[in-house]
């Protein structure tokens, strides 16, 4: 899990390119913040607050694809953890 509970993001008007989420439940420039991730069914229920007291619910099927949203709307790219970690930047007792 790449993202927890206080990361906070906003939907940025791009001219260009939109929204960069489709999802209308997010609205432009509302400032969001994940409120809280828990297990539902087999799933991942995230909840955002908005800044404008808005709430969105969103269900993932595991919290790397929750980390995936995330990412996206924030523009950002996510380490790869599948890679095992540099031996040589590994600090051992």
């Known amino acids: ?14 001219a260009k390119a939109g929204f960069f989420s489709r999802d209308k439940r997010f609205k432009p420039g509302v400032n969001y913040m994940l409120i809280n991730i828990k297990p539902e069914n ?20 595991s919290c790397r694809e ?11 790219v996510l380490p790869n953890y599948d890679v095992p970690a540099d031996p040589i930047n590994t600090i051992e007792d």
């Open 42 to 61: 087999n799933k991942y229920k995230y909840i955002f607050v908005g800044s404008d007291r808005s709430t969105v619910e969103q269900e993932f099927a």
């Open 66 to 76: 929750g980390d995936k949203f995330i990412a996206n709307l924030r523009n950002e």
């Open 1 to 14: 899990m790449h993202y927890i509970v206080g990361t906070r993001f906003s939907i940025i008007v791009n």
